[in-house]
């Protein structure tokens, strides 16, 4: 440890805060939070036995910053905060192994939908779900429509329009055409969410009636979907957990590591009925497991709005992650660590369920740091710069000169970043001049940073550009006039794979197997995919309307 280091440790306050641990590129490869600093930090610096991932992070430390906060639950808001603006390489990164899905409806609506989603948004709707293994989300979708006549489209509601088909076949009550009531509507959806929340008991019968009238009726199409639907809800009905009340919804965590991987599986209650389990291979360098969970529910509950009524955990955890899941979704979870009974044997399964996915996860997980984390690693030795925890590749594309386009893709620690992706139509280049268009896509994504411009804030820490050394060059006169020269460049030439650098005449060339040759491959095709996909709907909206001014 460096004397300077060891002054900083020395001078830590004992107040509550975050700490952010930085490597010899200055660049933050951890936050973390503490009840006392001074005390906190500490554990890292320390004789005392620690293990792999600790070790590994502690070796990579040169320096730290501290935020001081008044109160352990404002640290706790702000590390969750900061882990998801840097995304540090050892910090909790939640990699799920499915985005289940969940049946959104909006109450503020007149005409509500039951609709379909992946994704969970502060939007004032109701979720209900997730819904896992043996119950399709599209067999409760078909009962709502056979049983309680709800809509299922998105079609607009502001004027009448002519009801589909499900009208015709008594699955909707075709609010559309106002062939019912609002309040005839309305009385529909709350037996279809009193349904949803296992409330509501009437849908057996009513289907069994159904198969009975179709298959008196020689109708044995419908009669056989009717029977589908009937064995779809004694499968969920067979998921009650008879010793639970019914309406009890939790979320039962539980957590496993060698020491080098983690896994944390969540055990989801819904209404009485396990719905399955999710898991997630987690990174982290916590110091014990206490910790570990507490911070895997920070992260967890800041994305997740589907807030159960209780967490259930093998360890006790703190308060405060029942006040910091109440200030995201406005629910007060009850946190219990249960010694017996029915949640006591969900928690056993949810751990059977994590020390399985942990072995399988293993390699797995291994190869995807290698592919990523470490491939990154070994590309910054490789070209000696700073860091490439931050890529942009920029490819361009046109048909003889014609809607003419450019792409910008992002890959953080060597995964895809989407949200950040950009993309441009070349506005001043005549004819098909690549080198001029990607010197106008530069100059425009760098002076837009230049002028402040929030969206283009962030600066790459290392740029790709497709193709040889002519785009490279124009890539290189586009940085330096906008005041960006000093930004590490390179190119990436299809045909052999060649890396160039400004001004080295001779490129680098990596074996084919070379985990960070294939990282460069993965985000170059990517950009080339992006700009593609842009230049192809520009061409069509042309093409179309060139055939309406004919016509």
Request: hydrophobic fraction near 40%.
């Amino acid at each position: 440890m460096t004397q300077s280091l060891q002054d900083k440790l020395d001078r830590l306050p004992t107040n509550s805060g975050v700490y952010l641990m930085k490597d010899i590129h200055d660049k933050i490869i951890y936050v973390g939070k503490a009840v006392v600093l001074k005390n906190r930090v500490k554990q890292y610096f320390n004789n005392t036995q620690k293990a792999e991932k600790v070790a590994a992070m502690v070796a990579e430390v040169v320096d730290f910053e501290y935020i001081i906060t008044n109160t352990e639950f404002d640290a706790l808001s702000l590390e969750a905060n900061l882990i998801k603006k840097y995304w540090p390489k050892y910090n909790i990164l939640l990699k799920d192994d499915k985005r289940a899905p969940f049946i959104r409806v909006n109450l503020k609506d007149v005409y509500p939908v039951f609709e379909v989603v992946r994704k969970l948004k502060r939007d004032g709707a109701k979720y209900f779900g997730p819904f896992f293994f043996g119950i399709r989300v599209n067999d409760i979708i078909a009962v709502l429509k056979i049983v309680y006549q709800v809509r299922t489209c998105t079609r607009k509601m502001d004027k009448p329009s002519r009801a589909c088909l499900d009208y015709h076949i008594k699955q909707c009550l075709a609010p559309c055409e106002r062939l019912c009531t609002v309040i005839e509507y309305e009385t529909a959806v709350q037996q279809a969410i009193a349904f949803l929340q296992g409330k509501e008991y009437s849908a057996k019968l009513k289907l069994q009636q159904m198969m009975e009238v179709a298959a008196n009726n020689q109708d044995f199409e419908n009669a056989i979907l009717y029977r589908n639907q009937l064995n779809m809800l004694d499968n969920l009905n067979r998921k009650n957990i008879a010793e639970l009340r019914t309406a009890v919804s939790l979320d039962v965590i539980a957590f496993a590591s060698d020491g080098q991987y983690s896994v944390v599986s969540v055990l989801f209650v819904r209404y009485g009925k396990m719905l399955g389990i999710k898991n997630f291979v987690v990174v982290d360098v916590s110091i014990n497991d206490d910790e570990y969970l507490y911070k895997f529910c920070t992260q967890f509950y800041h994305y997740n709005l589907d807030a159960p009524q209780e967490i259930v955990s093998s360890i006790p955890l703190s308060p405060d992650i029942a006040e910091f899941v109440y200030s995201f979704t406005k629910i007060r979870p009850i946190l219990t660590v249960p010694k017996r009974g029915a949640k006591f044997d969900l928690l056993v399964t949810a751990q059977k369920n994590v020390d399985d996915y942990l072995l399988k996860s293993r390699t797995k997980e291994q190869v995807k740091r290698d592919m990523t984390v470490g491939a990154v690693s070994q590309l910054e030795q490789i070209l000696g710069i700073k860091s490439a925890r931050r890529m942009e590749c920029y490819d361009i594309s046109n048909i003889s000169g014609t809607d003419k386009v450019a792409s910008q893709t992002v890959f953080i620690n060597g995964e895809p970043a989407k949200k950040q992706y950009r993309k441009y139509k070349i506005k001043t280049v005549e004819g098909s001049d690549d080198f001029a268009s990607m010197r106008e896509t530069l100059v425009r994504r760098f002076g837009r940073a230049k002028q402040g411009d929030d969206k283009f804030a962030e600066l790459p820490d290392l740029i790709i550009i497709d193709g040889g050394k002519g785009q490279l060059s124009a890539a290189v006169d586009a940085l330096v006039a906008t005041g960006y020269g000093h930004l590490d460049i390179i190119s990436l030439a299809k045909r052999d794979e060649e890396i160039y650098l400004p001004n080295c005449p001779d490129p680098i060339v990596l074996p084919k197997s070379h985990n960070s040759l294939k990282m460069l491959q993965r985000i170059r095709d990517e950009a080339h995919r992006f700009a593609i996909t842009f230049h192809r709907q520009l061409r069509d909206k042309r093409m179309l309307e060139s055939i309406e001014d004919k016509g």
